[in-house]
């Protein structure tokens, strides 16, 4: 996905795709529940996320740090430039704060991980989607080009780590998974060779297979976190 240009959910993907990225799923229940009102998606690019969001009948809030980025994205909806790591909103704002491949290029994760349990309602969610360096490959790669995009690398998890910052910032985590053993690889080259695409059912099939023998080499995860009802929480997480 080439987020330095104008981009909609579903125009450039094969409904294939779908049957090996397990979050859809679960991002579509949970945003679609009549409580989820108000969705911020931090670290918007150009708007992929927030287009899809509109599919499920909700209208986002965009923030970005690049000023270009947030324009595109504004064709979906209210958009603001700004930082994770000082998210200019008030307090208990949002329902479900929507964060996808974009932690590790915020700098100061524990600061973000503050502020978006501060813009959360009591019981809201934080939806995280990561690349993990559980696969050597992810690993490796970094270390040879640790800029994507033309954006640092700033942080850096493994599955059961990203796991573990979550709760020191006080969420409990209530679904965490990973996947994507190869197929990460297709979410790159078919941007760059839009033909590919049509090849997409054969790796996906390939995908299945690797899973099943290796999914804990996977690159990528999905979690979802919830903020405590209480305060005491975010008590925890300030010690």
Known sequence: MDYRKPVVFGENWSPSRYKVLPYFAV????????E?????D?????????SRFRQYGRCPVGLDVAPERVRLAAVHGPVMVASGR?????DGLFDVIYIQHVLHHIGDVGQALREVYRCLKPGGCLF??????????IRWGRRLHPRWLGDDITARFDF???QRLLAAAGFQVVQAQQYSVLFWLWEV????????EKLTPLFVAGERLL??????????????AQKAMSAVGLANSEQ
């Open 160 to 162: 059961a780590g990203l």
């Open 42 to 50: 931090l670290g918007c690019a150009a708007g992929w996320n927030m």
């Open 86 to 90: 000082q998210i200019p909103l008030a």
């Open 211 to 224: 899973a099943r023998a290796g999914r804990k080499y996977s690159a990528h995860c999905f979690l979802v």
């Open 128 to 137: 995280l989607v990561e690349t993990v360096e559980d696969n050597p490959l």
């Open 36 to 40: 989820t009102r108000r969705i911020l």
């Open 27 to 34: 991002e579509k229940a949970l945003l679609t529940r009549p």
């Open 189 to 196: 080259l078919p941007d760059q060779i839009p033909f590919m």
